[in-house]
């Protein structure tokens, strides 16, 4: 059997602060591919220009080296801007905050395109007999666009979900007590690299699964078609 020499719980309380980081990446990546899809698809030219800059550039960086500007390049302009204002005392970004801050821009990239394939798919129609209805823009989005794009969305929501949940353990890298900075800590004290990778590994696929249960649960509830044929 595997032998963890008591560093089990250390590796396992990161779990959680993993599960913390994912979850608040999350909500900050959906809210940004919302604002991308939109600006996208805005017929004004400047938020168009700046949402597909925004895609761009994300996709053009690796994720480890938008984590490492963001870290260490996110302190130096922040104190350069305190400095300038008579701000004397040192600034330090947290690191959950700054990894919470890169994975949530950097997803919410990705879920701009996948939120703009989904408002397409909504019939206009639909969001025209709204405004006709005597809706603002705003109900018209809450009560017609947004629960219908998030049903056409869910399956490309899902993708990127799962990918961004593994994506948290570049975390370690600047810091973060996760998940994969203990194991990492505990195989150096042990010598046991294998055993606590392959702890993380397992707790990673317990994530994922878990995950992928809850996602096929939310297409079959939000998808009228699939319902149908099960």
């Known amino acids: 059997m595997l032998n963890f020499d008591g560093y089990a719980p250390a590796v396992l309380d990161g779990a959680l602060l993993t599960i913390e980081v994912a979850l608040a990446s999350l909500v900050m990546a959906t809210l940004l591919g ?4 939109l600006g996208k698809l805005s017929r004004k030219p400047l938020p168009r220009r700046l949402a597909a800059g925004y895609t761009t550039l994300i996709r053009s960086i690796p994720d480890l080296v938008l984590m490492l500007l963001i870290y260490f390049g996110g302190q130096a302009v922040v104190n350069q801007a305190a400095y300038a204002v008579g701000y004397e005392d040192y ?8 990894g919470v ?30 405004y006709a209805y005597g809706m603002s823009a705003f109900q018209v989005f809450r009560r017609i666009l947004f629960p219908q794009m998030m049903r056409h969305a869910l399956p490309g929501f899902g993708n990127n979900w799962l990918v961004l ?55 079959r509830r939000y998808s009228p078609e699939l319902k149908r044929s099960l």
């Open 91 to 98: 600034i330090e970004i947290s690191p959950f905050v700054a």
């Open 34 to 37: 919302i604002l991308g899809a």
């Open 101 to 130: 801050g890169t994975i949530g821009f950097i997803f919410g990239a990705y879920l701009a395109e996948t939120f703009r394939g989904a408002i397409l798919a909504v019939p206009p129609g639909q969001l025209e007999a709204g």
């Open 165 to 219: 949940l593994k994506t948290t353990a570049l975390v370690s890298v600047i810091g973060l007590d996760d998940m994969v900075r203990k194991a990492s800590l505990a195989a150096g004290a042990t010598q046991k690299p294998f055993t606590f990778y392959l702890l993380v590994a397992g707790v990673f696929l317990a994530f994922t699964t878990l995950s992928t249960l809850l996602l096929q649960w939310a297409e």
